[in-house]
Every structure is written in C-alpha cells, then in structure tokens.
C-alpha cells in the first residue's frame, strides 16, 4: 500500500468517529457518549503529530458543527485548542502509562466541555449542570481501547 493510501485509513477513522458522535441514541444513554471526534484525534495527534495536528482538528470540529448544528465554528475552535496543546507535549503524553494518558485526557476533555459550556453559555445563555461532564468519564474510561484499535491499525497498515 502507498504511503499516500495509507493516510487515507487516518482520515477514514475520523470520518467513522464523526458517524458515532451523530448516531441516534436514546436520551439516558446519549449523556454518557464519549466525544469519539476529539478521542480519535488525540490518538492521530500523539503517533502522528506532523501529519494530524491544528488544521486536521478545525476541519473536525468544523464538520462535527455542521453534524450536529451548533453555532459554526464552536467546536472548530475548540478542537484546534485542545489539539494545540496535545501536538505541543505530545512527546510527554507519549511517555505516559495508559492510566495516566487516560487521566491527562480527562482533564483535556474536561476542559473542552468547560470551554463548550462557556461558548454556549455566553452564545445562548445555557446552564451548567453536571450531565456535562458525564462525556470526560466515559471518554476516559474508552481511551485505552481506542489507544490499543488505532495503535494496532497503524502498526498493521504501517502509517507513519
């Protein structure tokens, strides 16, 4: 497989986990749905910093907008902060157990829904409430999978 092809696989997992952020879901059980998006990107951000990084991550956000029918660019900015970051200490990240990978994306998924939250709030004047967060423990109990599924793709199918 070329090396153009295989970079095809990446951009076909984010466009599978932008399906899974808009599947319909009934209401107790879309409380608790992890943000596949962003998920996915951290991954793609830590193995392949150079490749997926800032602008991968607006174009996310940006299409995850449009899925979902937030005010444009909410989730584009958000994701291009939270990436910003991922990208800049990915080295570190990198270097951690999977527990604590999974603790450091809690608190970057912590603050992305802060952040949503804030948007929201100061765009249409929501109120916070718990069921907020309820994504950052389900997020972080997933990573670890997502990690092992795309860390085995991409070893399998020699992404780089």
């Not at 389900?138 to 599924?149: E, H, K, R, S």
Request: with cysteine; hydrophobic share 60%; aromatic share 20%.
């Amino acid at each position: 497989m070329e090396k153009s092809h295989r970079l095809y696989l990446v951009y076909l997992s984010l466009m599978f986990s932008l399906v899974l952020a808009v599947v319909p879901l009934p209401a107790m059980v879309k409380l608790f749905r992890p943000d596949w998006p962003l998920l996915v990107l951290f991954y793609w951000a830590l193995a392949l910093p150079f490749r997926v990084s800032i602008g991968t991550a607006f174009v996310v956000g940006f299409l995850l907008d449009v899925l979902v029918g937030t005010v444009l660019g909410v989730n584009a900015l958000a994701y291009s902060i939270i990436i910003y970051f991922c990208s800049a200490h990915h080295l570190k990240i990198r270097n951690f157990s999977i527990l604590q990978q999974s603790l450091v994306i809690a608190l970057f998924l912590a603050f992305y829904h802060y952040f949503i939250f804030w948007l929201s709030h100061f765009l249409t004047g929501v109120v916070f409430t718990m069921a907020y967060l309820w994504p950052v423990v389900t997020g972080a109990a997933v990573w670890p999978w997502i990690f092992w599924l795309l860390r085995r793709i991409r070893r399998q199918f020699k992404i780089h």
